[in-house]
């Protein structure tokens, strides 16, 4: 596929920052040269239109250069971060990657082929119509990752409609939907990639105050690592317009601290699937989790209480499970909302539900209100099969600071009964040492 729309922005920017990577500046010029120079080197290296790539790296000047020139060169790509590195083998095999492009955290590459050949009925697809591909790898949480297979030419219509010049930080990574939106929106609209080493709070503060970040894209959990290591007193983060969060539902206690903190920004809340891409959103305000989602390309409908999305730049189909879309093309995104007129709120995932005695338990609900105790720092909750009534509410519950277990248990129960009916209460409460988030920055469910 031609990426001309987005070389021509590269023209009208050239001495503008493309990229920032271990604070060093590359411009749209340098950008624009060198997509041309991988180019040539992928020709040299046998890689033609239509074979499968596994592109390891981030979000660093040749990789970005390597992504672009793929795409030109209607490949099928595989981006591949640092936070999959224990399933890189199981992934070429799915995707039947036929070459492997690795680009180390110096931004060297190597460029190694493999004796195999990809002849899945979705690839076929995408050679047919001439079309460079995008696979994506699900988390895997609650079983075998799947892998979605985008065609690349549909996903990037919508960033042909010019929108908002804002230096983003690359937070999000380079193998999920949300960095890739992260990636493509800032370079359609000639802004900058601000790129990460490492994504502790202190480092995104650091590298936010140094080159004037006005974008913050994250995960609820990194705010609330954030608010709990008070790394923005120590940082000016005065440039920040905008903090958007997804990947997870908001906590109300985080999001509500998170606006007090930053009350000259605005909080917005994303919603994307590996399935069918990144919506256009609007909340309601930087204290609510109600949202509006949707845009140019995108329906949704609520059935039985779950999200449906309908959307052009949907992917063709999974190299390894059957279709999840309906005949009429509907997903289902297992996502359970409750809806206020054009907004929804959404509760959590349908199969995170703890069934107690038939009473219907969101662990959301209940994090929701152990947050907001003392000496919290994180806490997962879920459900445990019980052959009274079905299941029983668990949590895990991280400490900021050392207390005797049995008292923070006690002290969690007796305000969870004062604040929640009696079957949403705890009944099994424990205490951990151990962070209970991924390297994405997602919560790990004790049911996955």
């Given at each position: 596929m031609s990426i001309d729309f987005l070389t021509d922005i590269f023209k009208e920017n050239p001495a503008a920052d493309a990229i920032i990577w271990h604070d060093s500046h590359f411009s749209y010029s340098w950008l624009l040269d060198n997509v041309e120079s991988w180019n040539s080197k992928l020709s040299e290296n046998n890689v033609s239109p239509g074979q499968v790539v596994l592109l390891e790296g981030d979000f660093s000047p040749n990789c970005a250069a390597l992504l672009l020139s793929l795409i030109a060169r209607n490949a099928i790509i595989i981006p591949l971060s640092a936070a999959a590195k224990s399933d890189r083998d199981?992934?070429?095999?799915?995707?039947?990657?036929?070459?492997?492009?690795?680009?180390?955290d110096r931004d060297s590459v190597e460029v190694e082929g493999i004796n195999k050949t990809a002849t899945h009925a979705l690839y076929e697809n995408l050679r047919q119509n001439n079309h460079p591909g995008l696979v994506l790898f699900s988390s895997g949480s609650t079983g075998e990752s799947k892998a979605a297979v985008h065609d690349f030419h549909s996903l990037l219509q919508k960033y042909m409609t010019k929108r908002h010049k804002l230096r983003t930080v690359a937070f999000l990574l380079f193998d999920h939907i949300g960095g890739i939106d992260t990636f493509f929106y800032s370079l359609s609209n000639g802004s900058c990639v601000i790129t990460l080493t490492e994504r502790s709070p202190d480092n995104v503060c650091a590298v936010i105050e140094r080159h004037k970040a006005e974008v913050l894209p994250v995960s609820p959990t990194f705010l609330n690592l954030l608010i709990l290591s008070e790394a923005y007193k120590r940082y000016d983060l005065s440039s920040l317009k905008y903090i958007t969060y997804g990947t997870e539902v908001m906590p109300n206690a985080t999001l509500?601290?998170?606006?007090?903190?930053?009350?000259?920004?605005?909080?917005l809340q994303k919603y994307g699937t590996t399935e069918v891409g990144t919506l256009r959103s609007k909340s309601q305000n930087s204290q609510s989790t109600w949202v509006k989602i949707g845009g140019e390309g995108y329906q949704t409908r609520i059935v039985d209480g779950i999200l449906h999305i309908k959307a052009r730049s949907a992917m063709l189909g999974y190299l390894n499970a059957p279709s999840p879309f309906t005949e009429d093309g509907w997903f289902n995104t297992g996502d359970a909302v409750e809806v206020d007129g054009e907004y929804i709120k959404i509760l959590g995932r349908k199969?995170?539900?703890?069934?107690?005695?038939?009473?219907?338990?969101?662990?959301?609900?209940?994090e929701n209100v152990i947050q907001q105790m003392d000496n919290i720092a994180e806490v997962v909750v879920y459900g445990e099969k019980n052959p009274v009534v079905g299941n029983i509410v668990c949590a895990k519950v991280t400490p900021l600071r050392a207390e005797d277990p049995k008292a923070l248990a006690a002290r969690l129960k007796k305000f969870c009964r004062e604040r929640l009916q009696s079957f949403k209460v705890p009944i099994k409460v424990e205490i951990v040492g151990h962070k209970q988030y991924s390297s994405r920055y997602k919560k790990i469910r004790a049911t996955e």
């Amino acid at each position: 596929m031609s990426i001309d729309f987005l070389t021509d922005i590269f023209k009208e920017n050239p001495a503008a920052d493309a990229i920032i990577w271990h604070d060093s500046h590359f411009s749209y010029s340098w950008l624009l040269d060198n997509v041309e120079s991988w180019n040539s080197k992928l020709s040299e290296n046998n890689v033609s239109p239509g074979q499968v790539v596994l592109l390891e790296g981030d979000f660093s000047p040749n990789c970005a250069a390597l992504l672009l020139s793929l795409i030109a060169r209607n490949a099928i790509i595989i981006p591949l971060s640092a936070a999959a590195k224990s399933d890189r083998d199981k992934f070429i095999g799915i995707g039947q990657a036929e070459f492997i492009v690795n680009v180390d955290d110096r931004d060297s590459v190597e460029v190694e082929g493999i004796n195999k050949t990809a002849t899945h009925a979705l690839y076929e697809n995408l050679r047919q119509n001439n079309h460079p591909g995008l696979v994506l790898f699900s988390s895997g949480s609650t079983g075998e990752s799947k892998a979605a297979v985008h065609d690349f030419h549909s996903l990037l219509q919508k960033y042909m409609t010019k929108r908002h010049k804002l230096r983003t930080v690359a937070f999000l990574l380079f193998d999920h939907i949300g960095g890739i939106d992260t990636f493509f929106y800032s370079l359609s609209n000639g802004s900058c990639v601000i790129t990460l080493t490492e994504r502790s709070p202190d480092n995104v503060c650091a590298v936010i105050e140094r080159h004037k970040a006005e974008v913050l894209p994250v995960s609820p959990t990194f705010l609330n690592l954030l608010i709990l290591s008070e790394a923005y007193k120590r940082y000016d983060l005065s440039s920040l317009k905008y903090i958007t969060y997804g990947t997870e539902v908001m906590p109300n206690a985080t999001l509500k601290k998170c606006a007090e903190i930053f009350p000259d920004t605005i909080i917005l809340q994303k919603y994307g699937t590996t399935e069918v891409g990144t919506l256009r959103s609007k909340s309601q305000n930087s204290q609510s989790t109600w949202v509006k989602i949707g845009g140019e390309g995108y329906q949704t409908r609520i059935v039985d209480g779950i999200l449906h999305i309908k959307a052009r730049s949907a992917m063709l189909g999974y190299l390894n499970a059957p279709s999840p879309f309906t005949e009429d093309g509907w997903f289902n995104t297992g996502d359970a909302v409750e809806v206020d007129g054009e907004y929804i709120k959404i509760l959590g995932r349908k199969s995170e539900i703890i069934n107690v005695g038939g009473e219907k338990v969101f662990p959301t609900e209940v994090e929701n209100v152990i947050q907001q105790m003392d000496n919290i720092a994180e806490v997962v909750v879920y459900g445990e099969k019980n052959p009274v009534v079905g299941n029983i509410v668990c949590a895990k519950v991280t400490p900021l600071r050392a207390e005797d277990p049995k008292a923070l248990a006690a002290r969690l129960k007796k305000f969870c009964r004062e604040r929640l009916q009696s079957f949403k209460v705890p009944i099994k409460v424990e205490i951990v040492g151990h962070k209970q988030y991924s390297s994405r920055y997602k919560k790990i469910r004790a049911t996955e």
